[in-house]
């Protein structure tokens, strides 16, 4: 199946809605545009710092989403 256009940000809406934390949205597609411009635009490094950043934010969703999950059985 083929990947639709935007369909990266339609997750991360869903997910941010679901999760009732806008911040998630915010975060995750800054995240998302930045990957897309290093992968396709020629390059955009991404900070050992930022990367800490984003794994401590990855773990925090992980435990958002587990917790929902969790809660709504």
Same mark, same amino acid.
């Given at each position: $199946?083929?990947? @639709?256009?935007?369909?990266? @940000?339609?997750?991360? %809406?869903?997910?941010?809605? +679901?999760?009732?934390?806008?911040? &998630? +949205? !915010? @975060?995750?597609?800054? $995240?998302? $545009?930045? %990957?897309?411009?290093?992968?396709?635009?020629?390059?955009?490094?991404? !900070?050992?710092?930022?990367? *800490?950043?984003?794994?401590? +934010? @990855?773990?925090?969703? &992980?435990?958002?989403?587990?917790? +929902?999950?969790?809660? *709504?059985?």
């Amino acid at each position: $199946m083929r990947s @639709v256009p935007g369909h990266h @940000v339609q997750v991360l %809406r869903a997910l941010s809605g +679901f999760l009732h934390d806008r911040e &998630i +949205f !915010t @975060v995750a597609n800054s $995240m998302r $545009m930045k %990957r897309n411009r290093d992968l396709y635009d020629g390059g955009q490094l991404v !900070t050992k710092k930022e990367a *800490n950043d984003y794994l401590r +934010f @990855v773990d925090g969703v &992980i435990k958002k989403a587990k917790k +929902f999950l969790k809660d *709504n059985k």
